[in-house]
Nanobody
């Protein structure tokens, strides 16, 4: 399985970005997909995840109400819509894929290379 992220970049505080993650290889419509992020000098943090059929979602406390995760199974693609971005959202964002909808890093078997999101103040 390969995961390719796109959509990162530089945005001003208060702005929006949408990240995409496309999975290829041996994937199933029931796979959960999600996002983690890691800022310089900080531990990796859970951001959001969505169940295989898109009916259930989890969010990290720091992004609830601002970020939304969706999934297009026909395209094997997950999206992370990020609104009201703040400088503290600056990080490398990693896409993940796994069998179950979880919030811990160790529960995901496949990781993308990451995409940089930078929010200027």
């Amino acid at each position: 399985v390969q995961l390719v992220e796109s959509g990162g970049g530089l945005v001003q505080a208060g702005g929006s970005l949408r990240l995409s993650c496309t999975a290829s290889g041996r994937t199933f419509v029931t796979d959960a997909m999600g996002w983690f992020r890691q800022a310089p000098g900080k531990e990796r943090e859970f951001v959001a995840a969505i169940g295989g059929r898109g009916g259930e979602t989890y969010y990290g406390d720091s992004v609830k109400g601002r970020f939304a995760i969706t999934k297009n199974n026909a395209k094997n693609t997950a999206y992370l819509q990020m609104n009201s971005l703040q400088p503290e959202d600056t990080a490398v964002y990693y896409c993940v894929l796994g069998l179950w909808l979880r919030v811990k890093e160790e529960d995901y078997d496949f990781w993308g290379r990451g995409t940089q999101v930078t929010v200027s103040s």
